[in-house]
């Protein structure tokens, strides 16, 4: 089975930051592109920013140069560096990985989520 983990989320005034983390654990050959969501109460889950193995990079237009996603190929782990938060950016925040597993074929994964809450 394949897991993955997040942690770093919490509540920041407007203009802090936050750094979430996502650990992918279990059985894994590899793992391809990975990324995060966020989804609002009351609207669907939609793309924060995403990740390849080699680093290429894709944001939604609202979190650029605000955030920046980054990963740990060795730890299997992604990164979320946020800063000047606005409150527009308060969701649960999703990880997700297009895992490989040591047997089986490749499927997306995703997180139990973590909520960020920024307050004006």
């Known amino acids: 089975q394949v897991q993955l983990v997040e942690s770093g989320g919490g509540s920041v005034q407007a203009g802090g930051s936050l750094r979430l983390s996502c650990a992918a654990s279990g059985r894994i050959f590899s793992i391809n592109d990975m990324g995060w969501y966020r989804q609002a109460p009351g609207k669907q889950r939609v793309l924060v920013a995403t990740?390849?193995?080699?680093?290429?990079?894709v944001y939604a237009d609202s979190v650029k140069g605000r955030f920046t996603i980054s990963r740990d190929n060795a730890k299997n782990t992604v990164y979320l560096q946020m800063n000047s938060l606005k409150p527009e950016d308060t969701a649960g925040y999703y990880c997700?990985?297009?895992?490989?597993?040591?047997?089986?074929?490749?499927?997306?994964?995703w997180g139990q989520g973590t909520q960020v809450t920024v307050y004006s």
């Open positions: 997700n990985g297009v895992v490989l597993p040591t047997s089986g074929h490749t499927s997306n994964y």
């Open positions: 990740i390849t193995r080699i680093g290429a990079t």
